[in-house]
């Protein structure tokens, strides 16, 4: 029987890459990239251009689409609020007319920060407020998505970690620093439930092969600050977590956009749904290190 043809949107990014490799066994993967191929068979397309968007699932007729593409640079979309509008907005409104034009089911992927962070550990029922554009924007994405596409799932996430052949996450950011003997600094009073991207794939595959429609929320299981976080990472891959000094969020000059405070999400209702489980920090890390091994 031939297989089931998949396309992935933003398929050089972090999620994207692992949902590549994890896919290929079952699937006839089509990766799709915007800037730089991290896939031989990957095709290059721009999801803010309508007619290359329509083009391409026409031609390929896709079963299923991950679409993991998006602009996710938070202080980026605050002072480029058109760009981050055309991408996450414009370009997932194209994915989703494609999607219902050629009868495909979407997999969303979305973000902990379409809440405003003052509650923490968000179900899917609470109100999504965003106090930053990105949230804003991934929020009017999922409207589009519940809009134009009967056949949908949202899973929304929370702070993606792992490693990747050339982009940097928060975690392989510490690991860089203190393996470099350079004193950083991390909030200590920003959580979140971050998220394994091998973990969020396999959650992603199966979301997609048992055919779950609707709103689910598929991070990491547990709540932590980021200096919390930060020194699990650093006590997993023996690093000095002396190096590691506890910041204020108010204290960050850095950052152009607001961030919630405390945009933990529950996991509860996708943990009922699917047999793959979200992982707790320690877990993730301990994959991480193996496969740093291997």
Known sequence: MAKKRLLITGANGLLGNKAV?????????????????????????????????????????????????????????????????????????????????????????????????????????????????????????????????????????????GWHPWKQNFATWVISQLRQNKEISVVEDHYNTPTLADNLAELVLEALQRGLKGLYHASGSERISRYEFAKKIAESFQLDSSLIKPIRMSQLAAWIARRPRDSSLSTDKIRKQLRTRPLNITEGLDRMKKEAET
Do not use: M
């Open 21 to 161: 490799v994890l896919a290929s066994r079952n699937y006839e993967v089509t990766p799709l990239h915007h800037a730089k191929p991290l896939h031989n068979n990957s095709l290059e397309v721009d999801i803010t251009n309508k007619e290359q968007v329509f083009g391409i699932f026409r031609k390929l007729q896709p079963n299923a689409v991950i679409h993991a593409a998006a602009e996710t640079n938070v202080d980026k979309c605050e002072t480029q609020k058109e760009h981050a509008w055309n991408v996450n907005v414009e370009g997932t409104r194209n994915v989703a007319e494609a999607c219902a034009e050629v009868n495909t089911k979407l997999i969303h992927i979305s973000t902990d920060y379409v809440f405003d962070g003052e509650k923490g550990y968000y179900k899917e029922e609470d109100k999504p407020n965003p106090i930053s554009y990105y949230g804003l924007t991934k929020l009017e994405g999922e409207r589009r998505v519940i809009a134009l596409c009967k056949n949908y799932a949202i899973l929304r996430t929370s702070v993606i970690y």
